[in-house]
């Protein structure tokens, strides 16, 4: 076989040879040398639709055109990890009428969805304990030495600032509000107390704190904020709901013209304490009013507010119906009545002659009290002797006229407005003594059922009082129910079963009714509702921060995009073109080839002969 010498070709220093059937090979590539091609092109096509359709990192979520985070809630139970850089906190100083208490709540950062509310929770410390103080007597305490206020509220505040952390303090708002204590005070004291606060606060504490961070809140305020925590535990503002769920069709105010928003029922809140008697539910529908009167009057008990972060939308739009009513709780009830017998009986026994409880040989009959159980009433100088009788239908009866009805359409207690409550589809929760009066002594807490009460009333008033006090000593009642809930028990449930049925209306066979004192294994306080409606533009904040963010990671992740996208091309054809130029050039070069060697040495290169005008290497 002969070889072929290529010095015609390349300079003379580049002298070598091949062998002849060499040729056709190295000038075109071979089948191997195209399938090789093919799949390294095939594999940048791959790589080149992997990097199209290549999706975010998990950790984050497209929803519209903004990007989320998926924070984990709060827990309610676990201790606050206050490491965490994503949860922000809040104060709120309850300065009440026997005391203050400081709470201190957690939330994350909001979840992007304007339709949802902060997810706050009460702080808890390394235990589990939540963080809260509380010290006496009250703020209004401070009436004649204004200048004190901020002392006083100091150890809260110095309290609170050890539990968050250093760094946060700035960022974490601050609210002082004040209730029934202050309110009583005359408006100058009040307003001195207010501006020591206003004044010293920022200069001993970091927090996010302003002049209309301290305020003495109204009742109706309180009764709101009330209603809104217990909603909001009960998780009623998520209105997203399975088919089981309770909803309600609700007339947006101020949207007259508005289809009907459906959303979860929310739940309206009955509270008695020793003073007052509070109300509070929604009210769904539009209210038409009997008098021009009566609407003015409503004005004062209807408030409409926006829980939501945008005021622009209306899916957290409420209408609240808030009532207090000062004198009804059960031991301003039974001071009143109290005092009533004295008045009573003291005139008609001028006007008969008689001398009915001025003795105990001769004590006053009171069917509200236990059978047998002596009791005294009235002042040191107009004192009266009592005995128990035990009547539970007669002692209802004797109430009866302490609720101040009238004869008006939709009103209750004290004649005051009342708007319609649609009893078929609602829901309500007692506390304090709603929840005292049927637990601590008769057991019965939970699901109210008025039949089933009144006889246990009924037969805890006629039992003896002798035999009610063995009971007590053997430990049969509620732990913390004392004598003094035994002595006055048949009276608070006669008040509290005709404040429930005569005063507010609720039908004999209502089933909707739950006494509790802990909702879901924990105390609500009104501090909870506060802290949620004051923060409620928080979240708008956070959404416009992280669509901001978001839209910056979005350019960032499109320019890379495109960025990737042009240099895969440009890639993409210089491999390409690299390869046709390569090939032209061994068309050329072949080309070359055939036109400098003679035409007579391809017959011999064929039989493997020299040409004679190429050196022949044998």
């Known amino acids: ?57 998990a950790s984050w979520t497209t929803k519209g055109n903004s990007f989320h985070r998926h924070l984990a809630r709060v827990s309610d139970v676990d201790a606050t990890d206050a490491s965490n850089p994503d949860l922000s906190y809040g104060l709120v100083v309850d300065c009440g009428s026997s005391g203050s208490r400081v709470y201190v709540y957690c939330w994350p950062s909001h979840n992007g969805n304007p339709h949802e509310l902060l997810d706050i929770r009460q702080m808890r410390d390394q235990n589990g304990k939540s963080v809260v103080m509380k010290i006496k007597p009250g703020i209004s305490k401070m009436a004649e030495t204004p200048e004190k206020a901020s002392d006083y509220i100091h150890p809260l505040l110095s309290f609170a600032a050890e539990h968050i952390p250093k760094n946060k303090h700035i960022e974490t708002p601050l609210y002082i509000l004040c209730t029934a204590g202050m309110r009583i005070l005359p408006e100058s004291q009040q307003e001195a107390i207010l501006e020591d606060l206003r004044t010293d606060i920022p200069v001993n504490f970091d927090f996010l704190f302003s002049d209309s961070h301290v305020e003495v809140i109204s009742g109706k305020l309180e009764g709101v904020y009330a209603w809104i925590g217990i909603n909001f535990v009960l998780g009623k503002f998520n209105h997203a709901h399975n088919d089981d769920d309770a909803v309600v069709e609700v007339n947006i105010p101020g949207s007259d ?58 899916d957290h739009v409420y209408r609240v119906y808030v009532s207090t009513f000062l004198g009804f709780g059960g031991n301003a009830a039974r001071q009143t009545y109290e005092e009533s017998l004295v008045k009573n009986t003291t005139t008609r026994n001028k006007l008969l002659g008689q001398h009915v409880g001025e003795m105990a040989a001769a004590p006053l009959l009171d069917p509200c009290l236990p059978t047998d159980l002596r009791d005294q009433i009235g002042s040191p100088e107009q004192k009266l002797h009592v005995l128990g009788t035990g009547d539970f239908d007669q002692c209802r009866r004797a109430l009866q006229p302490f609720l101040n009805r009238t004869n008006e359409t939709q009103t209750s207690l004290n004649g005051v407005f009342q708007p319609p409550i649609d009893y078929n589809n609602s829901q309500f929760f007692g506390f304090s003594e709603f929840y005292y009066c049927t637990e601590d002594v008769l057991r019965m807490g939970g699901d109210y059922n008025a039949s089933k009460y009144a006889q246990a009333a009924k037969s805890y008033c006629a039992t003896q009082w002798g035999t009610l006090r063995e009971r007590f000593d053997a430990g049969l009642f509620a732990s913390h129910a004392d004598l003094h809930r035994l002595q006055y028990q048949c009276f608070k449930s006669a008040w509290m079963y005709e404040v429930l049925h005569s005063g507010f209306s609720f039908p004999p066979d209502y089933k909707n009714l739950k006494t509790a004192f802990l909702v879901y294994d924990k105390e609500v306080q009104w501090t909870l509702g506060a802290i949620l409606f004051r923060t409620r533009f928080l979240p708008l904040r956070d959404i416009q921060q992280e669509s901001l963010k978001g839209l910056h990671s979005h350019w960032r992740h499109s320019f890379s995009f495109v960025n990737n996208h042009y240099l895969f091309l440009v890639c993409f054809f210089i491999v390409l073109l690299s390869i046709i130029l390569y090939m032209l050039r061994l068309r050329r070069i072949h080309r070359r080839a055939a036109q400098r060697c003679s035409p007579s040495s391809v017959p011999w290169l064929e039989e493997g002969l020299g040409s004679p005008t190429l050196p022949i290497h044998l």
């Open 257 to 314: 013209h508005q289809e009907a928003l459906v959303r979860k029922r929310t739940a309206g809140v009955l509270d008695m304490g020793g003073v007052s008697t509070q109300i509070a539910f929604e009210v769904p529908k539009s209210v038409s009013f009997a008098s021009p009167q009566q609407e003015e009057v409503a004005k004062n008990l209807l408030a409409e507010f926006n829980l939501g972060c945008d005021a622009h939308r209306t």
């Open 1 to 57: 076989m002969g070889r072929i010498s290529f010095s015609c070709l390349f300079p003379a220093s580049w002298h070598f040879s091949l062998p002849s059937q060499s040729l056709p090979r190295l000038l075109l590539p071979s089948s191997r040398q195209l399938l090789f091609i093919g799949l390294l092109l095939f594999f940048l096509g791959v790589c080149y639709l992997l990097l199209v359709t290549g999706k975010l990192p």
